[in-house]
């Protein structure tokens, strides 16, 4: 088996051979990942079951589904997007160069993906990759090592070999791999992990995409309707076990609201999963003991009052969907993301203490807003900063391949999904070709120096304002 500084010494050799460069050559393997996907989509289904338990309709439609949906997209537009851009502004001196922006792409890439989506969240960032011309290794998750072998098993087969790896194994691996120079790292994960990432690229200046988390909130305020309210949370919440990084973190609502939203969430978490929960097909698990026991000791640290499920099995890795009350912003339950079916609920009285608690926190990377007032929503959307935001749903914006999807703050750096990743994966080159003519307004600018030649210059070289 090649080291890891072979494989990338490989990967190296192709990219500058300029094999990634040609449309056609992109479009090709683009199809090869699509049909990757199409033809092992049982394999995955399996592979993801093993690892969270995961529900087919979750697997296919967070998995399989936006996976595809962000390959159709890259291949309807991938031309358009590698078409220089000549719409530039220019003065009277540039007014007969051609000027323009080309993509080029970085180089050999470093994607490591997450557990919680261990094939969307590798193969996403691998759409933008490969439409940007770029050769690729892909890191996944250990954590869900059906997912990883099976990913492992795949890629080479359907990839061209020279130009993307798969590199298989836990944290000292990764931390081997970072010691190499890449010409860009794209990571998804926690703020922890984050911290390291960074210090391993800062010797070799290498730009980082990071893709973080954070506490969402959903704000629910103003008239509403509570039935469809609180069946968009529960699904937005619970779905993957709520181990998702846009999954609403805790509620935000007035005590009236709190008490109408409570009986609508018991009988929308029975509707969805049954009297037992635990027994429904459509409820997943936690990854590993480790995560379950995590989220156990906050929960058993809490000082709020669990007045929906609360039951737990380790064996099983097991816990089911809870709604905590009159829990306060020290509480143990906020001071870090949940990543977890756990749902506190914390009380304001008006709109604007809301805003205010949400201003306090480090940005997240979704904020969510429940409310039939558009103006709630409006508000809540100027006086606030999120990675993303949705009015009266979750999670579902991550799903559209033209908007961007990332951090900002505390939750992220840089973006990707459709047109976005192609740009994160891309160098826009500045270019300018001169023509030899005009030779004799040019002179303007050669010693000796004058300030006749400099205002001449000035008048040249500053752009006219459009009225």
């Known amino acids: 088996m090649a080291s890891q500084s072979e494989v990338i010494d490989r990967l190296r050799a192709t990219f500058r051979s300029g094999l990634t460069f040609p449309e056609q ?29 995961k529900p087919k309709f979750e697997s296919v439609l967070s998995e399989i589904q936006i996976t595809l949906n962000d390959l159709y997209f890259a291949m309807e537009n ?61 890191k996944p998750s250990e954590i869900c090592q059906a997912t990883e072998q099976l990913l492992a098993e795949l890629i080479p087969k359907y990839l061209s070999q020279d130009c993307y790896a798969v590199l298989c194994g836990g944290a000292e691996d990764t931390k081997s791999l970072l010691k190499n120079k890449f010409d860009h790292i794209f990571y998804t994960g926690s703020q922890v992990v984050a911290r390291s990432i960074l210090l391993a690229a800062a010797p070799h200046l290498t730009p980082v ?23 968009r949370l529960c699904w937005s919440k619970f779905f993957n076990t709520g181990q998702s990084c846009v999954a609403p973190d805790y509620v935000l609502c007035t005590a009236q609201t709190r008490d109408a939203l409570l ?18 097909l459509d409820m997943g698990r936690i990854v590993t003991p480790r995560h379950w026991r995590r989220l156990m000791d906050m929960l058993e640290k809490s000082k709020g009052k669990v007045v929906i499920g609360g039951g737990s099995c380790e064996e099983d890795r097991y816990i089911a969907p809870t709604v905590l009350v009159d829990v306060q912003e020290s509480d143990a339950l906020m001071q870090e993301e949940i990543f977890g079916p756990i749902l506190p609920i914390l009380t304001i009285e008006s709109l604007e203490e809301g805003i205010d608690y949400i201003n306090r926190q480090e940005k997240p990377l979704a904020l969510y807003v429940f409310s039939d007032e558009t103006s709630v929503v409006t508000t809540v959307l100027n006086n606030t900063s999120s990675g993303g935001f949705c009015g009266n749903d979750g999670i579902v914006h991550m799903a559209l391949p033209g908007l961007p999807f990332g951090g900002v703050g505390a939750s992220g750096m840089g973006s990707y999904h459709g047109r976005w990743g192609f740009e994160t994966f891309s160098h826009r080159r500045g270019c300018m070709n001169r023509s030899w003519l005009l030779e004799r307004v040019n002179v303007l600018r050669y010693p000796p120096y004058s300030d006749s030649n400099l205002g001449w210059l000035l008048v040249g070289c500053t752009l006219v304002k459009k009225n």
């Open 25 to 53: 050559f992109r479009m090709t393997q683009l199809q090869n990942l699509l049909s990757l996907v199409e033809e092992n989509e049982q394999l995955i289904q399996d592979a993801l079951h093993k690892d969270l338990h």
């Open 263 to 280: 009986p609508a969430l018991r009988e929308t978490l029975r509707t969805f999963y049954g009297p037992d929960p635990g027994a429904s």
């Open 78 to 138: 991938l031309r358009t997007w590698m078409q220089p851009e000549y719409n530039i502004g220019k003065n009277l001196a540039t007014r007969m160069d051609d000027c323009f922006i080309r993509r080029e792409p970085l180089g050999v890439v470093l994607i490591i993906g997450a557990w919680n989506y261990p094939l969307h969240l590798i193969l996403l960032p691998l759409v933008a990759a490969i439409a940007a011309g770029n050769c690729a290794i892909l």
């Open 209 to 231: 995409t990071l893709e973080l988390g954070g506490k969402s909130p959903c704000f629910i305020y103003g008239h509403i309707d509570i039935q469809k309210a609180a069946k």
